[in-house]
């Protein structure tokens, strides 16, 4: 029976934080290793591939919080994407003010970095945003928007998103998130009038 990954999880947790903060190039193994707590041969054990391959888990494991946290606010909003994404922005002003705008997206900061060079993280970035914009154009499908539209509409808003972030960091203010997010939910709302028309 083969054991349980003790120190994986642990490792792309540390990872994860660090790259939020500090990016990918300025993280190194020795962080990763040190801020886990793991033993330094755990790292290369569960990624023999190195850092390229903890870069795409850490991607993975972030962006599937961010799926839960957005798949809860849709549930808890009945399935309306508009006022599910205007909660998400409230929740990112939030944890950006606690962190005193030190943390960031780790999956953007990484994928600014290395894509698209590195194809296992490019991968795992892009399939990230595709979960991202899926739950959003699901939503608007299911309030009978064109397939076309809700998906369109699903990837602006994760663009909206992501370059809102970058935004609010550079000016220690949340006011870009607001911005963006109300305009998502406006595009959201005027959809899924005209699909009710």
């Not at 970035?125 to 998906?151: I, N, P, Q, T, Y």
């Not at 808003?157 to 997010?181: F, K, N």
Request: with cysteine; glycine share 10%.
């Amino acid at each position: 029976m083969p054991t349980a990954p003790k120190h994986r999880d642990k490792i792309i947790r540390a990872a994860a934080d660090l790259f939020r903060r500090a990016g990918y190039a300025a993280t190194g193994t020795n962080e990763i290793v040190a801020r886990s707590g793991a033993p330094k041969g755990s790292l290369y054990h569960y990624f023999p591939g190195g850092k390229a391959e903890i870069g795409a888990a850490a991607i993975g494991y972030a962006g599937s919080k961010v799926t839960a946290t957005l798949a809860d606010l849709l549930a808890r909003h009945d399935g309306n994407p508009a006022a599910a994404i205007l909660a998400y922005g409230a929740l990112l002003i939030v944890w950006l003010e606690q962190s005193g705008y030190r943390d960031g997206c780790p999956i953007a900061t990484v994928l600014l970095e290395i894509a698209p060079a590195e194809t296992t993280v490019t991968a795992a970035g892009r399939a990230v945003f595709a979960d991202w914009a899926g739950l959003f154009a699901k939503a608007l499908m299911d309030s009978h928007v064109a397939a076309e539209r809700a998906e369109t509409l699903g990837t602006l808003a994760v663009t909206l998103l992501e370059g809102s972030l970058i935004q609010a960091r550079v000016e220690a203010d949340g006011r870009a998130i607001t911005l963006a997010v109300r305009e998502a939910a406006g595009m959201f709302e005027a959809a899924m009038s005209q699909a009710r028309q």
